[in-house]
C-alpha cells in the first residue's frame, strides 16, 4: 500500500450564484499576461449550456481523457484517446484534434480613448472593440462566459453533450422556453490521479507533485507540442501564444505553502469551495482507472481511504507522510462529504483521469417541482416526506442529466445522493416544531442518515468558519510556525490549517 497525500478542493454547486468572483480573482493573480489573455484557469459554466472552450465535454471531437478497452476476464486496459506512440510522432506538427481560438474566444479590449476624441455630434460615443491578438478592431461574437444564465434555454442548452443520450421526452422539456432552468458548474484542474496530460506531453515538461498531488508544468521542458492540450478531457491546459509554453492552473501553491486558501476558493462569495486533505493508495490507481463503467465509481472511491485507520497512518509515515498531513486529512471537510456522507461526486469520472476535485450535485432546482403544492411553512406532521423523496424524478434539472455530470449515467446515485440532501434541509426546517416526528424521522431514514449525522452535514454546508473550510496542512516547520500565528486563526484555533502548533524543540 503506497499511500500518499493529495490536496483536494469541493464545491458544494446549491450555493454558488454565479458571480464569478473566483474567476476574476484567479485572473488577477495569474493570467493578466500578455498570451494569457484567454486563458481563465477558474471558470464558471452555465448548465445545461456548452461550457468553456465551446463544447469541451465532446470527446468524439476533442479526443481527450482515456478510452477502455474491454478485454477477456478481467484483462482490461486503458489508451489515450488522443494517440498512441506512433499517432503521437505524426501528431508532432499538425494536430487537428486542437481547440482552435474560435472554441475559446478572441480576446479583447476596448479602445477607451475613442470616448474622449470622438468628434462633437448628436450620438453617443463607443469604444471600438479591439482584438488583444492582432491589435486590430474586430466584431465581438463569443466569450468566456458567453451564455451566462442563458445556458438553460433552448439556444444554449441544445447544444450541452450532456443531454445527447436523455430521453426524447426529457429533452424536449429541457426546450420549452417557458421552462428555462440552470446551475453554475465552476471548474478548475482537476489535478487527476491519473493525468491524461502528463501521458501525452512527449518531453515530460508536466508533472504531478508526490508530496501534495498538485499537477505543474516544467516549462522550461516546454517545447510547445501542446498535446498537453488535446489530451486533457476537461480543456483546462491552455498555451501560451506569446511565451510558446502551455499552462495550467497550479492550485495557487505559492498560497498553499504558506498557509493560505486558493485565490478563487478564499475570494467564493457564496462559500461554496472546501479544501482538503485526502489520503490515498497509488498502488491502486491502475486497477481503479481498469474497470467498466458500472464500477468505475466504486472502484475510484476505494482509492481514497480512511485517515483514522492505524494501518493507513503507519503506511502513510513508511512513506513520508508528515504528521501535520495525516492530522490534517482526519479533519478533512473533503474527505466527510466524499467518504463518510457520500454526497459528493467528481466531474466526468469516464474520462478515466480520476479526477481529485469534487461536487455536490444541486438540490435547489429539484425542491420547487418536488414540493409541488405543498406549503414549504407547514411543519406539520402532515407533509408526507417520504412520498416526496420518491419524487425527484419531477425535478426541473433532470436526474439523467446529473447523472452523465457525476456520475457515469448512474441516476441511483444521484437520487440517493439528493435524497439525502433532502432529508436534511427536512430535518432543519423542522427544528422549530417538532422535529422528531414520525414523517420526518421516517424521511431521515429512508435516505440513510441518523439526525446527528443530517446536523453534521448542515452545520459544514451553512456555518463553516473560514478554518473549518480550509484545513490546510503545514508544508514545513517555517510554515507551521507562521501559520499558527496567523492573526486570522479564530478562537484560538489554527487558522488556515495548520492542526496543531508546532513543538519548541522540533
Excluded at 465551446?54 to 474491454?70: A, K, P
Excluded at 484534434?97 to 479583447?108: A, G, I, K, R, V
Excluded at 478531457?233 to 497550479?250: A, R
Aim: charge should be negative; hydrophobic fraction near 40%.
Amino acid at each position: 500500500m503506497k499511500v500518499r497525500a493529495h490536496l483536494s478542493m469541493l464545491f458544494h454547486l446549491d450555493k454558488c450564484i454565479g458571480c464569478h468572483t473566483c474567476s476574476v480573482a484567479c485572473k488577477n493573480l495569474w493570467t493578466d499576461r500578455k498570451g494569457a489573455e484567454y486563458m481563465w484557469w477558474n471558470n464558471v459554466e452555465t448548465r445545461p449550456g456548452s461550457g468553456y472552450p465551446t463544447q469541451w465535454e465532446d470527446q468524439e471531437h476533442f479526443r481527450g481523457g482515456w478510452e477502455f478497452q474491454q478485454g477477456y476476464g478481467e484483462d482490461h486496459k486503458i489508451k489515450l484517446r488522443l494517440h498512441g506512440r506512433l499517432g503521437a510522432l505524426a501528431k508532432l506538427y499538425f494536430n487537428n484534434d486542437l481547440p482552435s481560438l474560435e472554441d475559446y474566444y478572441e480576446p479583447f479590449t476596448f479602445r477607451y480613448a475613442d470616448l474622449f476624441t470622438a468628434p462633437e455630434g448628436e450620438d453617443q460615443p463607443t469604444a471600438i472593440p479591439i482584438s488583444q491578438v492582432t491589435g486590430k478592431p474586430m466584431q465581438i461574437e463569443s466569450g468566456p462566459n458567453w451564455d451566462d444564465d442563458l445556458g438553460g434555454s433552448p439556444l444554449y442548452a441544445k447544444n450541452d453533450p450532456n443531454r445527447q443520450n436523455l430521453p426524447a421526452e426529457v429533452q424536449a422539456s429541457l426546450d420549452e422556453i417557458e421552462r428555462v432552468v440552470f446551475n453554475y458548474l465552476p471548474r478548475i484542474c482537476n489535478h487527476c490521479l491519473n493525468p491524461a496530460c502528463v501521458a501525452a506531453c512527449p518531453s515530460g515538461a508536466i508533472y504531478k507533485r508526490a508530496e501534495d498531488g498538485i499537477v505543474l508544468v516544467n516549462e522550461n521542458k516546454c517545447r510547445a507540442w501542446r498535446m498537453c492540450v488535446a489530451a486533457c478531457p476537461y480543456k483546462k491546459v491552455y498555451y501560451n501564444w506569446n511565451t510558446g509554453k502551455s499552462e495550467k492552473c497550479i492550485l495557487c501553491f505559492p498560497r498553499l505553502e504558506t498557509g493560505q486558501a486558493p485565490a478563487c476558493a478564499h475570494s467564493c462569495v457564496g462559500r461554496i469551495r472546501y479544501m482538503g486533505v485526502l489520503l490515498y493508495d497509488a498502488d491502486r490507481i491502475p486497477a481503479a482507472a481498469n474497470v467498466p463503467d458500472e464500477r468505475l465509481l466504486d472502484a475510484f472511491l476505494d482509492t481514497i481511504l480512511d485517515p483514522f485507520d492505524p494501518a493507513v497512518i503507519a503506511a502513510a509515515k513508511t512513506n513520508d507522510v508528515d504528521d501535520g498531513w495525516i492530522a490534517a486529512a482526519q479533519k478533512s471537510p473533503v474527505y466527510q462529504f466524499v467518504k463518510v456522507w457520500r454526497i459528493a461526486l467528481p466531474l466526468h469520472l469516464e474520462y478515466r483521469t480520476l479526477a481529485m476535485m469534487f461536487y455536490i450535485p444541486p438540490l435547489s432546482p429539484v425542491m420547487s417541482t418536488v414540493e409541488g403544492g405543498f406549503n414549504r411553512l407547514d411543519l406539520s406532521d402532515k407533509v408526507q416526506d417520504f412520498d416526496l423523496l420518491d419524487n425527484l424524478d419531477a425535478a426541473r434539472l433532470p436526474i439523467q442529466y446529473l447523472a452523465n455530470l457525476f456520475s457515469v449515467g448512474d441516476e441511483a446515485v444521484i437520487r440517493r445522493i439528493l435524497a439525502k440532501m433532502y432529508a436534511v434541509r427536512l430535518y432543519m426546517r423542522r427544528q422549530t416544531g417538532d422535529a422528531t416526528g414520525p414523517a420526518t424521522l421516517q424521511a431521515l431514514a429512508r435516505a440513510g442518515i441518523t439526525p446527528a449525522e443530517a446536523e453534521a452535514i448542515y452545520r459544514l454546508t451553512t456555518l463553516p468558519h473560514l478554518h473549518e473550510r480550509f484545513v490546510l496542512p503545514p508544508y514545513h516547520r517555517e510554515m507551521a510556525v507562521e501559520t499558527w500565528r496567523d492573526p486570522l486563526a479564530h478562537q484560538g484555533e489554527v487558522g488556515f490549517g495548520a492542526i496543531q502548533p508546532p513543538a519548541r524543540g522540533d
